[in-house]
């Protein structure tokens, strides 16, 4: 037994060693270079691409820079950006709309639900860069999808990429990226047992009374770990790049695509860094959060 036990131990060391090497060799050691550049001056051309000089936390007080912090096009207005961003395209976008197709799904013909998932998915799976592309041509000013639309409305055609670039991601991003609210509140609410909706039915009750007393309060796990998730995806999303590039006039610039504008394009790679390091931050703070909110969900269901 003993023999048995080390030949298992040995053999699942064996087998976790590839795994750990790729983790080590593609998370942990950029993780900690991403800090150590953070604390230099390294760019992308001239002296200091190859030796760059150890400037302590001078990158971090450039990025809060009291007189740079909320100047358009900064780190600041960048973060403030971003937190519009994940309130109005998650939050608000996301899950609301998410929650709600999933109630209405409860109560429609099988055939109209399977089509209702399958199009709300194939947002989702499909390649970034062809959805991407397919919001463009339907956004198009000269000969975009819209306008035609507009026009064959008698409506006046709109340059919606320029005059309204920030709404358009919000709504691209919660187009994207609501299929997984769909399904985790679709599974939610199916799990919950039909003899509750039915005594509701019994009583009267309508069907706002019945998200709201029933489904909503048997969900709100469900719910925590949603916002959560898509809070941390959102805040991470780098796709509205393909849409403006960040532009105009930095109106778009969420802190994803200004770590990449700062690190390549102005070749600022310590700067970027710290940018970096302080979304990891973040990011961070969420998982911490995340892995509190699902430990006291299971300690509630083992009591």
Do not use: C
Request: no cysteine.
């Amino acid at each position: 037994m003993r023999s048995f036990s080390l030949l298992s131990r040995s053999a699942g060391a064996a087998f976790l060693t590839p795994a750990g090497l790729l983790i080590g060799a593609f998370v942990i050691a950029p993780f900690f270079w991403v800090i150590y550049v953070s604390f230099t001056n390294r760019t992308l051309l001239g002296r200091t691409a190859m030796n760059p000089d150890f400037v302590g936390f001078a990158n971090y007080f450039s990025l809060f820079d009291a007189a740079s912090f909320f100047t358009r096009g900064e780190f600041g207005f960048s973060l403030i950006l971003t937190v519009q961003f994940v309130l109005l395209s998650a939050l608000a976008g996301q899950a609301a709309l998410g929650m709600l197709l999933a109630w209405m799904l409860q109560s429609v013909p099988k055939s109209l639900k399977r089509l209702t998932e399958a199009v709300v998915i194939a947002a989702w799976i499909l390649p970034e860069v062809v959805v991407a592309f397919a919001w463009f041509a339907f956004l198009d000013y000269e000969n975009g999808t819209l306008n035609m639309i507009m026009d064959a409305l008698g409506l006046p055609p709109g340059d919606w990429l320029l005059s309204f670039p920030f709404w358009v991601i919000v709504v691209f991003n919660t187009w994207r990226g609501t299929a997984f609210s769909m399904m985790l509140f679709n599974s939610a609410f199916s799990s919950i047992p039909p003899s509750y909706f039915q005594a509701a039915d019994v009583a009267g009750a309508t069907s706002w009374q019945k998200f709201r007393d029933i489904g909503l309060p048997l969900i709100r796990g469900h719910v925590v770990t949603d916002l959560i998730l898509i809070t941390m995806w959102t805040f991470n999303v780098f796709t509205p790049f393909l849409l403006t590039s960040g532009g105009p006039s930095y109106r778009t610039e969420i802190l994803p695509i200004y770590t990449y504008r700062v690190a390549f394009r102005d070749f600022e790679f310590g700067k970027g860094a710290a940018v970096g390091v302080i979304v990891m931050l973040i990011n961070l703070v969420f998982a911490l959060f995340y892995l509190w909110v699902t430990r006291r969900r299971a300690k509630g269901v083992a009591a």
